[in-house]
């Protein structure tokens, strides 16, 4: 194959201004904790030494961006969160939302058959029942060793004080103006009289909120699923048009489950398994690309983005049609981990011609900006990586009178309709159709890497159906292409999710002639200027900020990095 051309500036500015150059890794001897908002990260450190373990340290900074970054963070969504204990043992808690009893597969289509735009994202019908306080305590309970009154405080603090607003943080309510002004309970929070957001300096206070928070610290998860913060959301819901019931509530169970495991040269990779398809569909994606000398063919050339998109194309067939819930599908999972499996689908990639995504058609075969993800590691070696979504950004638009929760719109994520794509325009199958109890099929891909039985990576991100490529191209940024840990969240990206055929590309992700090159293999690349739906990674990169430095005998020992995509994010050690 031809053509190494090459990117060497990296980052961008959520303006879409090019960066001269990323900064230097934050980096700390002790713990790092890595978030899309630096009052959450500031939480984080100030847990940690406490003498809170990281465990600890993920639960404080899941209640405190509840607060201070209600687009994304939450307690009226759900999510995932991947443990590796300082043993090396690893787990993974599914704390996903769950479709009511009363959701039916044709809930989102008209009488003809069709699907009803917006009925799955805007509403209290798009509202799964909600999984992070269930989650976080069973978190705490097994894995934490501090009290849940001390994590839940400064999270309390932030609500009932309120907190001075950055740009970052002004820009993101600008953002979600008129979807909070349609409802009431959230446009009194949000908004001011006057409809206008509140301006960068001004200080939001969130007294219910604030309510709520200490209510399920004194009380625990029995005040959301038993108690009047869930009964507050399920009358909203009936009188608003939506189906959720108080059973609901009090069936709703956190998963622990096996992650999913492969090996990438050499690294151990632990992920996410299904509900999400996001550490399966990594690892095969890194499977097939074990296959091609990436390092020599060169970060941004046309040999390796052919690669890259090849494989995705192959993967997200196979994540799209294949994979949902375990409890209602059998899932496929150790022939999509398997080496051979890999092998099969390099031997179909044709080396100088693009692949065609209808070919891969199976027989019968008829995620938002607004995630967020944070990486965490303690003194001890502690890590844990969490994703959790209200799903598009602010969720559903809906806030249960009194409660100061924000809903999610996490229903979308469910197969409407076969071949119908969804708010991403992920183009699924029966698999993850919708079903009462049934957990939405997810992109979230919180990853935890070591190697040498010692941590060694600890990244994710949000970005809808691009959490997967986002998460995907940091690991092989760091161990392909030797760049530093911030170089590896900041670097432009591409993405392939097998329909529509299309290749997606940051401004900057490839130049001029490897797009020429590209193009005429046969790739339809477009540019995505939308810079939200490019995700806002946290990454923690342990003994060195690059390969390189610690092959050289090792630098700081932690490294953290936050995306220069997120205006208020930031990396905090100790």
Known sequence: ???????????????????????????????????????????????????????DAAVAVGYALAVVYPSAGNIGGGGFMTIRLKDGRTTFLDFRERAPQAATKTMYLDDKGDVVKGLSTAGYLAVGVPGPVMGFEEALTKYGTLERKDL?????????????????????????????AKDAAAAAVFLKPDGKTYAAGETLRQPDLAATLASISEKGPDAFYRGPIGDAIVKASADNGGVLAKQDFENYKVRELEPVKCNYRGYDIVSSPPPSSGGVII?????????????????????????????????????????????????????????????????????????????????????????????????????????????????????????????????DDFTAKPGAPNLYGLVQGE????????????????????????????????????????????????????????????????????????????????????????????HDIEIDESWTIWGQATGILVGGESLAEIDAGGGARYNGAADSRIEAGAARGY
């Open 283 to 411: 690892c095969e994606i890194l499977n097939v690309l074990e296959g091609y000398p990436l390092s020599y063919l060169g970060y941004g050339s046309a040999d390796t983005v052919h690669a890259m998109i090849e494989a995705m194309r192959h993967a997200y067939v196979d994540r799209n049609t294949a994979l949902g819930d375990p409890d209602f599908v059998d899932n496929p999972v150790e022939k999509l981990l398997d080496k051979a499996y890999a092998q099969k689908i390099r031997d179909e990639i044709q080396p100088y011609r693009a692949g065609v995504s209808q070919d891969l058609m199976p027989k019968g075969f008829g995620e938002s900006t607004e995630t967020t993800h944070y990486s965490i590691i303690d003194d001890d070696g502690n890590a844990v990586a969490v994703t959790y979504t209200l799903n598009g950004s602010f969720g559903a638009g809906v806030m249960a009178p009194g409660t100061g929760i924000l809903l999610n719109n996490e229903m």
């Open 1 to 55: 194959m031809f053509g190494y051309a090459m990117v060497v500036t990296l980052g961008l500015c959520p303006a879409g201004i090019l960066r001269a150059a990323s900064p230097e890794p934050v980096k700390a001897e002790h713990g790092m904790v890595v978030t899309a908002q630096h009052l959450a990260s500031d939480v984080g450190v100030e847990i940690l030494k406490k003498g809170g373990n990281a465990v």
């Open 152 to 180: 839940m405080a400064p999270a309390i603090r932030l609500a009932s004080e309120g907190f001075v607003l950055q740009q970052g943080d002004q820009a993101t309510f600008e953002n979600g103006a008129k979807k909070l």
């Open 431 to 522: 698999a993850n159709a919708i079903a009462p109890g049934k957990t939405p099929l997810s992109s979230m891909s919180p990853t935890i890497i070591s190697k040498d039985g010692q941590p060694f990576m600890v990244i994710g991100s949000p970005g809808g159906a691009r959490i997967i490529t986002i998460t995907l191209e940091a690991i092989i940024n760091v161990i392909d292409h030797g760049m530093n840990i911030q170089e590896a969240v900041d670097a432009p990206r591409i993405h392939h999710q097998w329909l529509p055929d299309k290749v997606f590309m940051e401004p900057y992700a490839l130049s001029p002639d490897t797009r020429r090159i590209l193009a005429a293999m046969g």
